[in-house]
C-alpha cells in the first residue's frame, strides 16, 4: 500500500467515527431545545472540551504554527491575549450566564437571553443580533472551509475544490441530523485528537532535529544568515518583542476580548448542567488550551530548525504541520495526526453551523410569532444549517485571504458585537434594550469599517475600537433610556443568588 493510501485509511475511519457520533446524536434529538442546546446536560468536561474544539479551529494548526515559522515568537502574543481572554470568560461569564439564561425564560441564544433579560417587546434586538451572527458567521464558517481545501491540496496534492467540498460535505452530514449534541460530542473527540497531535508532533520533531538546544541553535543560525543577506530586514524569530511596537502588541493581544461577544462558545456555559460546573470546566478548558497552544507554538519552531537543517523551505508556512506528519510518521499515524487537522476545521463548522441555524429560526423566524411543531421546527433548523452552508461554500471558492485573516474578521465582529453587552447584561442592572441595540450596531459597524481600512486596521485590530465604542454607546444610550423595571430587578437578584454557591470561589 502506498503511504497515501494509508493516510486516506485513517482518515476515511476518521470520517466513519464522526458521522457514527452524529447518528447518536440524532436519535437523541426530539424537539428544538434538544436541537439547539442539548437539553442543558453538558458535564464540565463535555463542555470545556467542546468549547476549546470549537473555539480553537484550524487556525490553530495551521495558521499559529504557520505564523511562528514564517515570523516567529512575536506572533504569539495572539495567543497570549486568547489564553487570558478564555480564562477571565471562564471565571466571570459562564456562571452568571449559565444562571441567568435559565431565570430569563429560559433562553437557549444569545439573541434571545439579550431579549428576555431586557424585556425587548419590539424584537428588535433579537432580529438584528440574529442577522449580525448570519454575517460573521458566515465568514467564520467560509474560513474553516478554506482550511479544509487548503488541507487536501497540500497533504493529497487533490484540488482545493475537491478539499473544500469534501469536508464541507462531511461536516453538514452529522451537524444538519445530529444538532448541538452531534457538534458537541464530536467537538470532544476532535478535541482529545487535537490535543494529543499538538504534543506528539513538535516532540517527535524536536527529537529529529536534536533536542532543544539544537532547535534554538539551527533557528539562530538561520536568523544570521537572513540578517546578513539583507541587513534592512532584520529577523529574530526566538524574540518575543523584536519589531513589534507596543501598539502591535497591543492588538494581537486584544483577540483575548473576542471571547467574551463569540456565540459558539458561550453557549457551551448556558448548556452547562449547573453554575457550579463552571469552576471544573473552567480548569479544564484553560489546561487544554494552554498545552495545545504551547504544542502550536512549538510546531512552528521545530518545524522551521527541521526544514533549515535540510536546506528545505515551505512555499506556504501555514502547512508546516501538515508537512511534519508526513515526515515524522507511518504514514497510518500520520493520516490520524493529518486527521487532527480536519477536526480543529470541523469542530468549529459544525458548532457555528448550529449557532447559525438557532438564529435562522429561534431568533428571526419565531420572533415574528411563529410557532409550529417542535418536529417541524427541528426540521428548520436543519433548513437553516443547510443554507449558511451553501453560502459559506460558495465564499470560500474563491480563496483570497489567509485562514487567519477570515477568523479575524469575524472574530473582532461577534468580540465588538456581543462582548460589551453579554458583560453588561450579566453585571449591570441598568442596561436596557436600546443601550443594547445601540452598541451592538455600533460595535458591528466600527469593525466592518475599520478592519476594511488598511491605514487603520494595520495600525489595531478592529475588535479595539468596535469593543470600546459597543461598550461606550451602550452605557451612554442606558443611562439616558432607563426605567424601573421590577421583574428585571428580581431576575437579576435570583442570578447573582445562584453564583454565589461557595464551591464556585476560585
Known sequence: MTDSTFQLLAIGL????????????????????????????LSPGVAALSAGASDMSGWLLLGVPGAIYATGLGESWIVIGLVIGAYLNWRFVAPRLRAYTEIANNSITVPSFFENRLRDHSHVLRIAAGAIILVFFTFYVSSGMVA??????????????????????????????????????????????????????????????????????????????????????????????????????????????????????????MALRSPADAKAGRRIGISWMVLSSIGAIATGFAGFAYFYQRGATLDNAETVFLQLAQVMFHPFVAGIVLAAVLAAVMSTISSQLIVCSSALVEDIYRAFGKETSPKKLVNYGRLGVLTVAVVAIILALDPSDTILDLVGFAWAGFGAAFGPLIILSLFWRRLTSAGAIAG??????????????????????????????????????????????????SEFSAMEAAVRDPALTA
Open 148 to 269: 479544509g481545501g487548503v488541507f487536501f491540496e497540500a497533504t493529497f496534492g487533490s484540488t482545493y475544490l475537491t478539499g473544500m467540498l469534501l469536508v464541507a460535505g462531511i461536516t453538514l452530514s452529522y451537524t444538519l441530523f445530529g444538532g448541538f449534541l452531534g457538534a458537541t460530542l464530536t467537538d470532544v473527540a476532535q478535541g482529545l485528537l487535537m490535543f494529543a497531535t499538538l504534543i506528539a508532533v513538535p516532540v517527535v520533531t524536536i527529537i529529529a532535529v536534536g533536542g532543544p538546544g539544537e532547535v534554538v541553535n539551527a533557528i539562530q543560525a538561520a536568523d544570521a544568515t537572513q540578517n546578513l543577506a539583507d541587513p534592512g530586514n532584520e529577523v529574530h524569530h526566538t524574540s518575543l518583542f523584536f519589531g513589534g511596537s507596543v501598539m502591535a502588541i497591543l492588538s494581537a493581544a486584544a483577540w483575548g476580548l473576542g471571547y467574551f461577544g463569540q456565540p459558539h462558545i458561550v453557549v457551551r456555559f
Open 440 to 489: 451592538m450596531i455600533t460595535g458591528a459597524v466600527v469593525v466592518g469599517i475599520w478592519g476594511n481600512i488598511d491605514a487603520l486596521s494595520d495600525v489595531m485590530y478592529e475588535i479595539v475600537p468596535g469593543f470600546i465604542a459597543c461598550g461606550a454607546v451602550a452605557i451612554v444610550v442606558s443611562l439616558f433610556t432607563t426605567r424601573q423595571d421590577d421583574d428585571i430587578e
Open 14 to 41: 476518521y470520517f466513519a467515527v464522526m458521522v457514527g457520533i452524529g447518528y447518536y446524536a440524532y436519535r437523541q434529538t426530539s424537539d428544538l431545545d434538544d436541537y439547539m442546546l442539548g437539553g442543558r446536560k
